[in-house]
């Protein structure tokens, strides 16, 4: 197969598009034909620092197409059906292997490219929001990085559960824009605007009661900060690439928490499975929308993560073999 490769860590320069090895299928895994890869933003991070668990490795966690082999220990898949991987690496290739676990079946007439965008955002928003943030409706929440990933899910999933208002960041009046038709009721450009002094006004003090965030390093304490009366930050990433280092004394005194979420620790249970069904079939209906904004060919890895990395993108960027 073909497959966008490297052999080191570092820029998107390091990727080589070159033949490697077809991946294999294990008794209780499928190998799809892989149709749309979802770039995730662990992708680059895992290009840029992440373990080399294969020589030359391929990174990735998301991708969707059609199932070309089961393992003889798989039931409920068949070849032919199209469905949406994850997996620990492997997905930026024309083939790529996971455990049947963490296969999702695609309904009928649903846009492979759609779903190919779902599971890891989608299900990781609805964790930080609700598993571990515990919102409840006519709380205000706050979403680090609103044009992310999981900030476009967050967003969505905080409106729809009703909540009071949905605020998000952003480096740029552009990059809020297009959040506004999701759900945001107010966005704050991080970059001309003190984020805790926004969340302040915006809330007539009362602050926020749910904050995802995405980026880590000083946004976390910044998230902190912003928390009303016995808020939830849900950690759940370092986009941001910073020690996240945070003064835990600044949570005491009004009763607020912090929790670490990890969506791959939980994702084969039952719950997680129900949950990322449910949200595929969520975007089927058009009651959550994804946001594709650019497409490019497998051999431009190199090229759509660059392109990532220069954070004009919202939502998601795709890669097609
Ligand atoms: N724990 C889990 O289970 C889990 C699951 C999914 C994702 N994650 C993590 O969550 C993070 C976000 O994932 P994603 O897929 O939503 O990412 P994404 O779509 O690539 O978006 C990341 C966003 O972070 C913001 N950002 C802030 N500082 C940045 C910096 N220094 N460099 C680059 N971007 C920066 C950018 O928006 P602005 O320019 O607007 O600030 C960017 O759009 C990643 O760290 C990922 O590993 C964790």
Redesign the pocket.
């Known amino acids: 197969m073909k497959a966008a490769v490297y052999y080191e860590n570092g820029g998107p320069e390091v990727f080589r598009y070159e033949d490697a090895p077809d991946p294999e299928c294990h008794p209780k895994g499928i190998v799809i034909r892989v149709e749309a890869v979802s770039?995730?933003?662990?992708d680059?991070?895992n290009r840029f620092g992440g373990q080399l668990v294969t020589r030359p490795h391929v990174v990735g966690y998301q991708a969707a197409g059609e199932v070309v082999e089961v393992g003889a220990e798989v039931t409920g898949l068949r070849v032919g059906q199209k469905v949406v991987t994850v997996g620990s690496h492997g997905s930026h290739a024309e083939l790529r292997a996971v455990p049947a676990a963490t296969a999702w079946a695609i309904p009928d007439g649903m846009d492979v490219r759609q779903a190919a965008a779902v599971p890891?955002?989608f299900g990781?928003a609805d964790?930080c929001l609700f598993e571990f943030g515990r919102m409840k409706k006519g709380e205000v929440v706050l979403v680090q990085?609103?044009?992310?990933?999981?900030?476009v899910a967050a967003i969505q999933l905080a409106a729809r559960a009703g909540a009071a208002m949905v605020l998000a960041?952003?480096?740029?009046d552009e990059?809020l824009e297009p959040l506004k038709p999701l759900g945001l009721t107010h966005g704050i450009n991080?970059r001309t605007q003190d984020v805790v002094q926004e969340v302040a006004r915006l809330t007539d003090k009362h602050m926020a009661d749910v904050i995802v965030d995405?980026?880590?390093?000083p946004?976390l304490q910044t998230s902190i900060l912003s928390l009303a009366y016995r808020g939830r930050v849900s950690m759940?990433?370092?986009?941001?690439?910073?020690p996240q280092r945070v003064d835990v004394g600044t949570l005491m005194g009004g009763n607020r928490s912090l929790s670490?979420?990890?969506?791959?620790a939980e994702i084969m249970t039952p719950r997680v499975r129900d949950n990322i069904q449910r949200l595929i079939g969520d975007v089927h209906t058009g009651a959550l929308k994804v946001l594709i904004d650019r497409e490019f060919p497998l051999s431009e890895a190199a090229e759509a993560h660059r392109y990532?990395?220069s954070?004009q993108?919202?939502?998601?960027v795709l890669l097609i073999p």
Do not use: M, Q
């Open positions: 770039i995730e933003g662990g680059v991070l890891v955002p990781t964790d990085a609103g044009a992310s990933g999981v900030g960041t952003a480096s740029s990059r991080y995405s980026v880590g390093g946004t759940v990433g370092n986009a941001g690439r910073e670490g979420v990890f969506l791959g990532i990395e954070r993108a919202v939502g998601r």
